[in-house]
C-alpha cells in the first residue's frame, strides 16, 4: 500500500492553532450535512457529519480532532437540528471513536495511508456499532451505517485520502 509521508501535526489544547483548525473543520462539518440532508435520506446514506473530523484528526491531531467531533454534532443539533437530541449520544460516540481512531492511524503510519485511512474508518464503525448494539439493542438498526451509510464510509475513506493527499503540504 501507498503512504505518502508529510507533515502531520499534533497540537496541544493551549495552543490557538488547535482552536483555528478546530473551527475550520467544524464549519465543514456544518456546511456539509446542510447540503447532504437536501437529498432524501441524505444525512443517514451520505453520514457526512464524520468527514471533517477525520481530516482534522489525521492531519492535525487528536486535539483538533475531538474538538471537531464533539462540537460539530452538538452546533448541528442545537441550530439545526439534526442529529436529533436522542441520536447524539450515538453519534458524538462513533465521532469520538473516529477522532481517536484517525489520529493513533496518523500516528502509526506517520503519513498518509490509505490502509490507515480504511483501518481508522474500520475501527470506529466497528467499536461503534458495538456501541449502538449496546445502547439501543437492536443489531439491525445498529447496522445502519453499512446498510445505508455505506456511500459515505466510502468518501470518508477514497474522498478523506484523496483530501488528505491534497492537503498534505499545507
Known amino acids: 500500500m501507498e503512504r505518502t509521508t508529510v507533515k502531520l501535526y499534533s497540537f496541544s489544547f493551549r495552543e490557538i492553532r488547535t482552536y483555528l483548525f478546530a473551527t475550520l473543520f467544524i464549519i465543514g462539518n456544518i456546511v456539509l450535512p446542510q447540503l447532504c440532508h437536501l437529498l432524501p435520506n441524505g444525512g443517514l446514506m451520505w453520514l457526512p457529519i464524520y468527514f ?10 487528536i486535539g483538533v480532532g475531538l474538538l471537531t467531533a464533539i ?17 447524539l449520544p450515538i453519534i458524538l460516540t462513533k465521532s469520538i471513536l473516529l477522532a481517536v481512531s484517525g489520529a493513533y492511524a496518523a500516528h502509526r503510519w506517520g503519513g498518509i495511508s490509505f490502509l490507515g485511512i480504511f483501518l481508522a474508518v474500520l475501527a470506529y464503525q466497528f467499536v461503534g456499532l458495538t456501541v449502538e448494539w449496546g445502547i439501543t439493542g437492536n443489531f439491525f438498526h445498529a447496522l445502519q451505517d453499512i446498510r445505508i451509510g455505506y456511500p459515505g464510509l466510502l468518501v470518508q475513506i477514497l474522498g478523506g485520502y484523496l483530501l488528505l493527499r491534497l492537503i498534505a503540504k499545507l
Open 52 to 61: 471533517f473530523t477525520l481530516i482534522a484528526a489525521y492531519k492535525y491531531g
Open 71 to 87: 462540537l460539530s454534532p452538538l452546533i448541528n443539533s442545537l441550530f439545526f437540528g439534526m442529529p436529533p437530541i436522542p441520536s
